[in-house]
Every structure is written in C-alpha cells, then in structure tokens.
C-alpha cells in the first residue's frame, strides 16, 4: 500500500486518539471516566500496530514520526504505574520494613557493631581515664553540652528553643544525617562506616564525660526514650549504605549492574522507614525528652515501652503473613 | 548508533524511541528548580521569622521538604517533572520507558548527596559523560533516566507536483530517502537542494533544479499521488 493512501486510510483514527490523549493529558480525571477510555487499549494497539506496518514498509519519518509520538505518549498513559496509596504505605510501615531490616540482617548487624562498639569502648575509656574526653570534643564543646544537661534546667538536652523549634530543628538535621548515611555508602560503605562510628565515639565519650561530672541523671533521662527509635533507625540507615557499598565491592553472584539497582531498590525502601523511624523519634526527642519534669519511674517506664515496642516491631512485625504480598 | 537515542521493545512490539537529555539541559533545570525552592525558601522565612522559635522550626521543616522532598513529590506525582524539567521539557522515565514510581524516584534524589560530591555535581558530570544514555550515578543505580520531551512535530509535506515514476525500481530503503529528501526540501535552501539532489543525477539525468522538482516528482510517485 502507497503511504498516501495509508494516511487518508487511518489518519484520522490518528487524530482522533491524538487529541484524546492531549485532553489525558490536560484534565486526567474527567477524561479518564469518559466513554473513549474504554476503548483506548485497543485503539493504542492498533495504532502499535500500523506503526510496525509503517515502519516495514519504509514510509518516511513525517508519518514513521508523527505514529511514533502518538505510541510514546500512549504507553506512558497505558503503562502508568497506580497512584501511591496510604494503605499500602502504612502495611509497608507495618509489615513490608520490619520483613526487610530481618531479611537484610547481616548488615544490621554489622552497622550495629560499628555504633556501639565505638560507643561503649569510648564510654569506658572516659569513665576510667576522664581526661580522654578533651581527645573527643573541644572545651567549648564540652561547656556547651555541660550547660544543656545541667540538672538544674527546667528543659534538658538543649540551651533554647520551644518544642516545636526543636521538633523542626531535629526532623532537618536528623534526617538529613540518616539519608546522607545511606547515600554516601555508596562510596564503597566509607561514609556509612564513618558516620555510625564518628556518631558512636560521640555519644560513648559524651555519657561517660557526664556520668563523670555528675550529670548523668538528666543525659540519660533526656536520651533513653527517644533513643529507641532514632539509634535504631541510624543503624538501619547505615545498614542500607553498607549494603549498596559492598554490594559495589563484592556483587556476588550477579553482574554489578543489577545487583546496584537491587540493592539501590532495598536501600530505599530502608532509608523511607528510618524516615518515618526519625519523625517518631523528632516527636518524642522535642515533646516528651525535654520535659524534666516527669518523676524518673515515669521516663524509664515510657523508655522501656518504647525499646521493647521498636524491638517487638522489627523482631516480629509481618511474620504471620505470607511473603511477597 | 552515535546518537543518543534509546530503544525500548514494549509488549506490543513495537519500540519507544527515548531522547537521553545531556549535562546541560538539566543543570539548567536544576537551577530554575534552585532559584524556585530558594523564592519559596524567602517567601516563607520572612513571616516565620515573627513567630519566633516556633517559626523557625516551621522553617526548618520546610528546609528539609525543599531539600528532601520536593524532587520526588514532583517526579512522582506530576509526571516525572519538577518544575525546572517541566520548564526544559525535560521528565524521568523509568528502566521500561514508563514514568517513574516511587523508590526508584527516592533512590534517585538520595544518591544526589553522591553526585553532588566535589562541590558542584562532579561525580554526576562525570557519570553523565561516560554512560551511554548520559545517565549520573543516582540515575544508573534507580534504573531511570532523564529524557527530552518530543510532542510537536514538523508538520513538513511534500510539495505536490505532477508524478513521475523513477527509471528503475528502487529498494525501499533508496525510495525512503527520497521521500524524505522531498519532506525535508522546504526547509532546505536553494542552494542546498541543488547540492544534495546533484548526488542523485545519475538517477535523475538532470542537474540543478531540474535535478530537485525530478525527485519531488519521483517522491510524489512513490507516497502513491496518481
């Protein structure tokens, strides 16, 4: 067939699913709901189908183009993924994350090591020789962080600020501090390992420095509680770098290209529930850590809930189900 | 091929043609988006700032959903565009050419802090330079890529002149060419016409302008106008 005939033949069938797709594209919903929706799939095939013809039978770019576009935009349209829903979000919080951290627990337990390893051995080397916290931080560092733990503050573990300033303060630094983990253990794990022990000799040297000079009573009460949420979710955050940076190092037994997605894949979806791990803990850190005032039976008591319900969670959360749903 | 153009079988068999869109084009993207998240930044500090402590943690949040957000709200709910891609006609596709979903947009706009990292974007420029589809290294690792948006079309025809068949039977390959020649002639100056179809005068036995209006006829013949 000549190709003029074959456009004076279907070109206006063209058109037509032409300028449907432009109205698509313009008001998605009230389009959609429109009698021609029904008969976009066949319509789009067909129109796969003449561009193959087209393209067999060497007609030229004008028509080998124009079909070509109308394909491209219609595939976009077919083949468009379902609008993110918050049911299947909140079963992922539920469910999916806690399967994942367990499935991935290699590196769970190896981001933990490299915490609180650091940690304790700083906690015990400036319990025993005090001096060792002037290696760790500077004096006005020291000064500074003695002022915010001062047992006499009405508010413990910051110098100013209201709940909410500190709320907002804690979702910019902590989070983005979660995400730059996984991020940048994509360097062959080098930034993952760095931040989890960098964050470890910190907090090992600053409660032993404290315990030292007396003030341990309001660090600890300040920490316990939110802690749950947020050292457990820099430990998964610097789990999912270490996967993506030994997984660049040693692919296993894949080729490196599709291993990196798949570990990219994971490493994402690690990085969204510390997300909403770190919003928990931004919560509990401004509006229920600082308040000194609580008796010590109230905050010790609300901690522990809170470790053994972060525990419980991840420990046991979407076992009963079956996998893949 | 030499070009930058990406082909991707779809089930129905026929292939998307998917334009990679380079280093430039997106920096300035993500410069129209910087200015934009920077405006947003201003607007909304400058009231927050009577609120005092309060305020400024309102501002910190929106800091972070500026810093963090933004990038994939976009590309995941308004079809693979921020605004600065929108104002390029630039969008990101996923691996198979249909628009992005919601991890590989997160693993994309994470891996950024990685491509970013000596100052401004060099591990990016370089990635981009190297792939094949100018992909950086966040785009390699989501599987996504960033294309160039192509909706208009040329609308070129070829001019109608009486028909003539061609002196002997052409492949569809040859015929192709001189229909294309013909589409493409009314942009073409006269010079460059009479240059281009002066090649054919074998076929044509003519050259100049005689050589041109042969070939329309000829193409005219072959798209089937009696």
Same mark, same amino acid.
């Given at each position: 067939m000549k190709q003029e005939r074959f456009v004076a033949l279907h070109g206006s069938d063209w058109d037509t699913l032409e300028s449907w797709?432009?109205?698509?594209? %313009?008001?998605?919903?009230?389009?959609?709901?429109?009698?021609? =929706?029904?008969?976009?799939? =066949?319509?789009?095939?067909?129109?796969c189908h003449h561009l193959a013809l087209a393209r067999a039978r060497g007609y030229s770019r004008e028509v080998?183009?124009?079909l070509q576009r109308i394909v491209d935009? *219609?595939?976009?349209?077919?083949?468009?993924?379902? =609008?993110?829903?918050?049911r299947r979000m909140a079963n992922f919080l539920i469910a999916g994350f806690p399967r994942l951290v367990r499935k991935e627990w290699r590196y769970m337990a190896l981001a933990a090591a490299l915490l609180y390893v650091p940690a304790l051995i700083c906690l015990l080397l400036v319990t025993f020789r005090p001096e060792f916290a002037h290696n760790v931080f500077g004096s006005t560092q020291l000064a500074e962080f003695e002022r915010m733990y001062d047992p006499a503050n009405r508010h413990i573990g910051r110098n100013s600020g209201t709940d909410l300033g500190m709320f907002?303060?804690?979702?910019m630094n902590n989070v983005g501090i979660a995400f730059r983990t996984f991020a940048?253990?994509?360097?062959?794990?080098?930034? =993952?390992?760095?931040?989890? %022990?960098?964050? *470890?000799?910190?907090?090992g040297a600053l409660a032993g420095h404290l315990d030292n000079i007396g003030y341990g009573a309001p660090f600890w009460r300040f920490v316990v509680a939110h802690a749950s949420f947020e050292l457990t979710a820099i430990v998964i955050a610097g789990g999912a770098g270490l996967r993506l940076g030994l997984t660049l190092l040693a692919p296993g037994r894949q080729r490196r290209g599709p291993a990196m997605v798949e570990a990219g894949w994971i490493g994402a979806q690690l990085a969204l529930g510390a997300f909403a791990m770190l919003v928990a803990a931004a919560f509990i850190e401004a509006f229920w850590s600082s308040v000194a005032s609580f008796p010590d039976w109230l905050k010790y008591g609300s901690a522990m809930a809170l470790w053994v319900?972060? *525990?419980?969670?991840?420990?046991?959360? *979407?076992?009963?189900?079956?996998?893949?749903? | 091929m030499l070009d930058t153009i990406r082909q991707i079988e779809t089930p129905e068999g026929v292939f998307l043609r998917l334009h990679a869109a380079g280093a430039l084009p997106r920096a300035q993207a993500w410069l129209i988006d910087f200015a934009i998240r920077a405006a947003v930044f201003w607007a909304v500090m400058i009231p927050l700032a009577l609120l005092g402590e309060g305020g400024m943690g309102i501002g910190a949040l929106v800091v972070f959903a500026m810093t963090w957000v933004y990038s994939v709200v976009c590309e995941v709910w308004f079809g693979g565009q921020t605004l600065g891609k929108r104002a390029l006609s630039l969008r990101v596709v996923g691996a198979d050419g249909a628009p992005i979903t919601l991890v590989p947009s997160v693993v994309r706009n994470l891996l950024r802090v990685v491509d970013m990292l000596p100052g401004v974007y060099g591990v990016g420029l370089i990635s981009t330079l190297v792939?094949?589809?100018?992909?950086?290294?966040?785009?390699?690792?989501a599987g996504t890529m960033v294309v160039h948006v192509v909706d208009t079309l040329g609308g070129n025809q070829v001019p109608t002149v009486p028909?003539?068949?061609?002196?002997?039977?052409?492949?569809?390959?040859?015929?192709?060419i001189i229909v294309e020649f013909a589409e493409r002639c009314p942009q073409l100056t006269p010079q460059r016409q009479r240059e281009l179809a002066d090649l054919l005068s074998p076929l044509t036995g003519q050259t100049g302008d005689a050589g041109v209006r042969r070939l329309v006829a000829f193409a005219n013949y072959l798209l089937g106008r009696a």
């Open positions: 797709l432009r109205q698509v594209e %313009a008001r998605p919903q009230r389009t959609m709901r429109s009698p021609e =929706a029904v008969s976009f799939p =066949a319509d789009y095939r067909r129109l080998t183009e124009r935009r *219609g595939h976009r349209l077919l083949y468009r993924p379902p =609008a993110p829903r918050w907002g303060y804690y979702i940048s253990g994509l360097v062959v794990g080098i930034g =993952a390992v760095y931040v989890l %022990a960098m964050n *470890g000799v910190i907090f319900l972060v *525990g419980w969670w991840l420990l046991r959360g *979407g076992a009963g189900e079956s996998r893949g749903t | 792939d094949p589809h100018a992909r950086r290294l966040g785009d390699v690792i028909a003539e068949a061609p002196p002997r039977a052409l492949s569809s390959e040859e015929q192709a």
